[in-house]
């Protein structure tokens, strides 16, 4: 009897024990349960930008590190083969995040369910080819793949247009996604962004992580203006601005410029086609940080619908620095402007605007 009053003590402990592990444990597994995929399409997947895209989503450069993916892969007839081969390798790639993959041409399908939409293909400008002639064939590629997102994809789905003409191939799909909201629909600047980033921290001889804050106006084209007057370095003893640490205003405000506006134009020189594995990871970085938000007090790149914020004409798509919180952006308000970025900000925003009535003018 006194054994079994003094063994009393240890077994209720050891209950009490075997009772928290299994609390714990019932937690863990609650706290550890997969996320439900999220589903992706790629347009012109099996293209260049494609084909560096599709392992880094669904590697969770986009998405995060935790976040299972379903992708879908759509592209013309022709391609077909090439769009097999593409899925071959993604499942042979064996990625832990990778729930499944649709390859296609047709685009309901690949339009069935999706949250996030990357829009990469298009039809790009040849030899001898008249501007209004490739913007027909562009607008006729985005009002047909707009109506199939419209009726097939998720509610809340978020599109980001990457095919050239990018800021006016996103406005052709905004009218003809009239259900889908304004600021579901976006296009790709951040590679001019990042472009930038590169171009500061090559002349600083610093990390690009250390950069921060730069902007790209306006149009994804050559007037698009890259602007150095907020941004700043890390500079390990506090931020300083960009122009005091490089002390070259005639650089920034000449050579800088240039360089990232004609640096898709380089990048074909040297390597005989286009930006692709740049493009892929930029395409990446402005989802990410859509979805998952930006750092407290930084800023990033993207080409938005425009409410008419520092004297942009409304009704455009049209690059703003923003930032981004629980699935949604916002425009930085405040910046002052001055006289030399505003004759920039400008010139950019008519083009768009010449743009956009040439894109209404091949829907008549």
């Known amino acids: ?5 003094s063994m009393e003590k240890p077994l209720v402990l050891l209950g009490c024990a075997y009772l928290s592990w299994k609390i714990v444990r019932h937690i863990w597994g609650f706290l550890n349960v997969e ?7 790629v347009t012109g997947a099996a293209g260049q930008i494609g084909y560096a895209l599709v392992p880094m989503i669904a590697r969770g450069a986009m998405l995060g590190p935790d976040q ?8 013309i007839e022709p391609a077909a083969e090439a769009l097999k081969g593409v899925k071959m390798e993604l499942i042979d790639a064996a990625f832990p995040l990778l729930k499944g993959v649709v390859a296609t041409t047709d685009v309901i399908e690949a339009c069935k369910g999706v949250d996030i939409a990357v829009m990469v293909g298009g039809f790009p400008r040849k030899e001898g080819m008249e501007r209004k002639e490739v913007m027909s064939k562009n607008v006729s590629i985005y009002k047909a793949q707009a109506s199939a997102l419209e009726k097939h994809a998720a509610p809340d789905c978020k599109v980001l ?3 050239n003409p990018a800021n006016t191939n996103a406005l052709i799909l905004k009218e003809f996604a009239p259900s889908f909201p304004e600021k579901n629909i976006t296009c790709l600047t951040r590679l001019d962004h990042n472009r930038a980033l590169g171009q500061i921290s090559e002349r600083l001889n610093i990390n690009a992580g250390d950069v921060k804050n730069v902007i790209i106006w306006g149009n994804h084209s050559s007037t698009q203006y890259p ?3 907020h941004a700043t370095v890390d500079t390990g003893n506090g931020l300083k601005p960009v122009r005091e640490l490089v002390g070259d205003d005639c650089w920034l405000n000449a050579k800088f410029i240039t360089t990232v506006q004609q640096r898709g134009a380089d990048i074909i020189k040297a390597r005989k086609l286009s930006s692709a594995l740049s493009a892929a990871s930029a395409a990446c970085d402005h989802v ?18 425009s409410d008419g914020s520092y004297g942009v004409p409304p009704g455009i798509i049209y690059s703003f620095p923003v930032t981004c919180e629980k699935g949604e952006w916002s425009i930085v308000q405040g910046l002052k402007i001055d006289e030399f970025s505003r004759a920039k900000m400008d010139a950019t925003a008519k083009e768009l605007v010449e743009e956009k009535s040439l894109a209404y003018s091949c829907l008549k």
């Open 68 to 75: 299972p993916v379903i992708i879908h892969m759509l592209d």
């Open 1 to 5: 009897m006194e054994y079994l009053v």
């Open 288 to 305: 990410h940080d859509w979805v998952l938000g930006t750092p407290k007090g930084t800023w990033v790149s993207m080409g938005v619908y």
């Open 35 to 41: 996320k439900e995929p999220v589903t992706v399409l």
């Open 227 to 229: 602007d150095v007057n």
């Open 161 to 163: 247009v990457v095919a």
